[in-house]
């Protein structure tokens, strides 16, 4: 994990997912945010890939699709809100995509240490 705390990640994390919210038209490359976030950006636009690994992932994508079932990581299993809102994105699904934005937000979970 790099230095930054795990709040420093989880924060940009819920404003970049409230802005693809608030601006459903836009892609994650767009978030005005990135500039303050290079590191993240680069690696793969994800502030939860860039602090965690997928088995120590922060977000909860669903128990069906848990690294401990899958061995891969969750967010790109099939069926997950995230293939959700890639799937909605690609076909201008705009009130879905705000929907499935807002899931993702929200989808950050502290363990229990952490709190």
Known sequence: MPSA?????????????????DNPEKYKKDWPGWSNHAGAWNDPQCFACYGYTCDTCPCHWGSRTDYEVTRRCSCTARHTVYRKYMKASAHSRLNLVRLYATRIRDAWVLPDDQE
């Open 5 to 21: 705390k795990w709040y420093e990640l989880r924060d940009p994390h819920k404003e970049l997912w409230q802005w693809l919210a």
